[in-house]
């Protein structure tokens, strides 16, 4: 019960050069983010980290609630195949 006030449970679709994130905690609406350089390679779904960092950084501020006291991040990562 006291880990609401705490945490927001997140999860996050990773794509082909895609992020889709959700606020399970607050049941918000998708937000999706696609960087500016591609960050999935031949071999890997997430093959530059450089260039999907900052795009995955500022989703989690956005689905993040502001308020009073700041929450801990728990996010399930669901990785979609890029077959």
Known sequence: MLKK???AD???KVRKNKFEIKNLTENSVWKVATP???FTTDRLLVGQFSA???VLKELVKDVMPSGF??????ILIHPIDIG
């Open 10 to 12: 997140l999860y996050l």
């Open 52 to 54: 999907a960092e900052p």
């Open 5 to 7: 006030l705490f945490v």
């Open 36 to 38: 500016a350089q591609p």
């Open 69 to 74: 006291m700041k929450k801990s991040a728990q």
